[in-house]
């Protein structure tokens, strides 16, 4: 048996709490390896032998990466809703970094490409061909002329395919280019699984689906072509979600990232527990295939079962029937449920030892829809795999991203894209604060086993006497502090704040709208006094929750009837008054 510190697998039939637990490093993990390192790893937990240091920080939303031959990184930022419209820095979506010195830090940045001022909103994928930069932004690939000695492309770019759909809940475009010039790229599909209310309880989903002829699929164009316009023709594979992270193996042979689909408990309670629905469907690798169909949205991966299964919304009975879905294509590597796998990299130098060369680094952006269970990923891991197949388990290669509280809502980085420098570095993004980090081996070139990071454990107090200002009663803290709305209580406010954090009726609130409702990638900032759906009065928040939101004004969520779950009047009360007391604190 390997050791519990190396095992990160799905166990047929087993509980996700067993699966997590076997994935857990040894307790006590030291954390004197960080001597080995100067520094502090950037705030990274990283396997013996590893050094981490922060190669750039604040650079915008970083999302991918590529690396020059002369080590030149360039980086795709984003902007937009997603990241709720905030400043930028100013100048082009695009940077390129370069360390001058061998410190291990850029001390070159430049910025290129379209600012916000000629309309640009950024981008995804970025991809080095040939003597260009390629990279997405708007609805656009445009490649830019590198020159020799330029670290930052002067030139002006040029369009290579317009017309991308940037519509829905999945508007960026991961890409690559093989050595023939074939650019593949990624269209994410426009709704969770093509439902007729998308997210909302019991809707089915369209048959056909109409949505597939122009996303959730794969398309082929040419790198070299210019001018080329996106249309249903060019389609290389479909079923696939949203698949973000591309890299070929050294065989040629081209896999893709896919996020697993949402809310199988939410919206189908009836036929799943709240447990089932996070930890269902499995993320995924996908080879990619000419015409191959990977079964999206009719079906789903259960990591448990090792099939695809009938998704609900097409007649699925909670994972019992296989039906059209044994005729699709599964994966080749699986994940635990909603960690948002935002790239991947095969390892092909050998600058770290044996038992990472052909193996798999995937980016893990993390959960926001693992509520009322703890959200999960937030991490960088790698798989091990040759010859098309896994050879092992996976490990955490990298945690610490998101500190000790791994949500949406309050993570002060979240991996995002993943490039491998010619010297074998690894550089890893992150799209909330725009910090990048390059990470080494230093340790024995001829180690023979993987090993995962040290877990990251929240810091306990040197005092075991030692009581929380706020007391120990149990309705102390936060709650205790907050306004209360007229008409309500004190105890409702309280009861609301258990129930929005999910200690309560399995509620999924801080799932989207973060931690203490301060916003999420995917839901509103309740704290900002904002409304957008009432007139932010007890009664309007209450028939909001008991409403739900279908169509989303400002945010990427659509949220259900009261979030998903069976909350009974008086929970809904209670809700409604924690939002309005956390709407209404001073700043």
């Not at 997210?199 to 056909?208: A, N, T």
Request: hydrophobic share 35%; glycine share 14%.
């Amino acid at each position: 048996m390997q050791p519990a510190a190396t095992v990160r697998t799905w166990v047929s039939a087993a509980p996700m709490a067993f699966v997590l637990a076997l994935a857990m490093p040894l307790a006590g993990a030291t954390s004197s390896r960080a001597a080995e390192c100067p520094g502090d790893n950037g705030g990274l937990s990283l396997p013996k032998g590893f050094c981490a240091s922060i190669f750039a920080d604040k650079v915008g939303h970083a999302r991918q990466m590529a690396v020059a031959p002369d080590g030149t990184l360039y980086v795709n930022t984003w902007s937009g809703r997603y990241y709720q419209n905030n400043d930028l820095p100013p100048g082009g979506f695009l940077v390129a970094l370069k360390d001058s010195k061998g410190t291990g830090k850029a001390d070159v940045i430049k910025r290129f490409g379209e600012t916000q001022a000629e309309g640009g909103h950024g981008g995804t994928g970025i991809y080095l061909y040939k003597n260009y930069v390629y990279a997405e932004i708007n609805d656009r690939i445009i490649r830019y002329p590198l020159k020799d000695g330029e670290i930052a492309p002067e030139g002006k770019g040029e369009t290579v395919l317009s017309g991308m759909p940037i519509t829905g809940d999945h508007p960026m475009h991961g890409f690559i280019i093989d050595a023939n010039g074939n650019l593949f790229v990624e269209m994410g599909s426009a709704t969770n699984t093509c439902e007729i209310k998308n997210r909302m309880p019991h809707s089915k989903g369209h048959e056909p689906c109409i949505e597939q002829e122009t996303r959730a699929g794969i398309w082929k164009y040419d790198a070299n072509k210019l001018d080329q316009k996106f249309s249903p023709a060019e389609r290389y594979a479909t079923g696939i979600r949203n698949g973000e992270g591309f890299d070929f193996d050294a065989a040629g042979r081209l896999y893709v990232t896919q996020h697993g689909r949402d809310q199988l408990h939410e919206d189908w309670p009836e036929l799943y527990t709240a447990q089932q629905g996070f930890d269902l469907p499995a993320e995924e690798v996908l080879e990619l295939k000419a015409g191959g169909d990977y079964g999206w949205p009719h079906c789903y991966y259960d990591g448990f079962q090792k099939k695809l299964v009938l998704a609900p919304e097409y007649g699925g009975d909670g994972g019992k029937t296989v039906g059209v879905c044994a005729d699709k294509l599964g994966p080749v590597a699986i994940f635990p449920a909603h960690w948002a796998p935002n790239d991947m990299k095969i390892y092909k130098t050998s600058a770290f030892p044996e038992p990472y060369h052909g193996g798999m680094f995937i980016a893990f952006h993390g959960s926001w829809n693992r509520a009322p269970g703890p959200q999960g990923g937030y991490n960088v891991v790698f798989q091990p795999f040759a010859d098309g197949k896994t050879t092992g388990n996976f490990i955490v290669f990298a945690d610490g991203f998101a500190g000790t509280q791994k949500n949406p809502g309050s993570a002060p980085h979240r991996p995002s894209g993943l490039a491998v420098a010619p010297d074998g570095a690894l550089y890893v993004s992150d799209d909330v604060a725009g910090r990048i980090w390059r990470i080494t081996y230093v340790g024995d070139p001829n180690a023979k086993e993987l090993e995962a990071a040290p877990e990251v454990q929240a810091q306990a107090s040197g005092d075991k006497n030692v009581l929380p200002p706020e007391g120990i009663h149990p309705d102390a803290g936060d709650a205790a502090s907050l306004p209360v709305p007229p008409g309500a209580t004190a105890d409702q406010v309280a009861l609301g704040k258990k129930i929005f954090d999910g200690e309560e009726a399995g509620a999924t609130c801080a799932g989207c709208h973060g931690a203490g409702g301060v916003g999420s990638p995917v839901g509103a900032d309740l704290t900002a006094g904002k409304w957008l759906w009432s007139d932010g009065s007890l009664a309007g928040l209450k028939k909001t929750i008991l409403d739900g939101v279908e169509t989303p004004r400002e945010h990427a969520g659509a949220m259900p009837p009261k979030g998903g779950v069976d909350l009974t009047d008086a929970q809904v009360d209670a809700v409604a008054a924690y939002v309005w007391a956390i709407g209404h604190v001073k700043k």
